[in-house]
């Protein structure tokens, strides 16, 4: 796999309350590999490299730089964009984050447009394929 699969574990654990971390430092997380450009030194073997070209086009095109498998790449960050909006409306309706509710259903509504236009983007009708 090429995405942030860890995103998608955390957010699937934060979903069905399993205890025994920060939520916190997972939120906190979570924004980050959402929503920063990794540096250049990853190399694409990690993080979300290609992440603002994904932003900007609603995939991520064949010629970015340290971002190889694109389709592969852009319906993982999808995927990880779906589940971690998940996360965030579960979290914005608790107490522990009600300084945060705005701040995060906010994020929450632009991942998900995020996680339904990558698939779209991708998708070629005469073909029938990604």
Do not use: C
């Not at 030194?41 to 970015?64: C, H, M, V």
């Not at 914005?92 to 990558?118: G, H, I, W, Y």
């Amino acid at each position: 796999m090429v995405g942030t699969f860890a995103d998608v574990v955390v957010a699937d654990a934060i979903v069905k309350n399993v205890p025994g971390f920060d939520l916190h430092v997972a939120v906190d997380a979570l924004m980050k590999d959402s929503f920063v450009e990794p540096p250049a030194i990853s190399g694409g073997a990690a993080w979300k490299d290609g992440l603002n070209r994904y932003t900007q086009f609603g995939y991520i095109p064949e010629d970015t730089p340290r971002a190889g498998e694109s389709v592969s790449r852009t319906l993982d960050f999808g995927f990880a964009d779906y589940s971690v909006a998940q996360a965030f409306h579960k979290l914005a309706n608790t107490p522990e984050f009600a300084s945060r509710k705005d701040e995060l259903l906010q994020k929450a509504v632009e991942l998900e447009r995020r996680a339904t236009r990558s698939p779209e983007s991708m998708f070629d009708k005469n073909h029938g394929l990604m």
